[in-house]
């Protein structure tokens, strides 16, 4: 059988991460979107998306990418979130029989805003 292999990378909260009050939660919230939006609009993110429900709140957000790990690590240490040492990245590989996933571009979003229009 063969397989196709997806970076796969989970953010998590760090235990360490800043005290911030709402408006720089926020503030911080819109740049880590435009971050993602601007990965996914590239096509080197093929899906992404926060994390609820989760039996361990510290994993906040899964994302699948087209590239190689050390690639998608790279982007993914760039997030604003990450530079201010909210989140921490984790990386592996993920594979499925090949053809087992289709991906749909659609346009994310790039705010907070954003994320709450209908």
């Given amino acids: 059988m063969r ?4 970076t796969v990378i989970l953010l998590t909260l760090r235990p360490d991460a800043p005290v ?4 720089e939660a926020a503030a911080l919230q819109d740049l ?8 996914q609009e590239s096509g080197l ?6 994390l609820v429900d989760q ?9 699948i990418w ?4 050390a690639t998608a690590r790279a982007h993914a240490e ?6 201010a040492g909210r989140l921490a990245v ?14 749909t571009q659609v346009r994310p979003p790039h705010s907070l805003a954003e994320a709450a229009e209908d």
């Fill in 3 to 6: 397989f196709d292999r997806y």
């Fill in 20 to 23: 911030m009050t709402e408006d």
């Fill in 32 to 39: 880590h979107l435009a971050h993602g939006a601007k990965l």
């Fill in 45 to 50: 993110v093929l899906a992404r998306g926060p």
């Fill in 55 to 63: 039996d361990d709140e510290r994993y906040r957000g899964f994302s």
């Fill in 66 to 69: 087209s590239v190689d790990a």
């Fill in 78 to 83: 760039a997030d604003p979130a990450v530079r």
């Fill in 90 to 103: 984790e990386v592996m590989t993920w594979m499925m029989p090949v053809g087992n996933l289709h991906f």
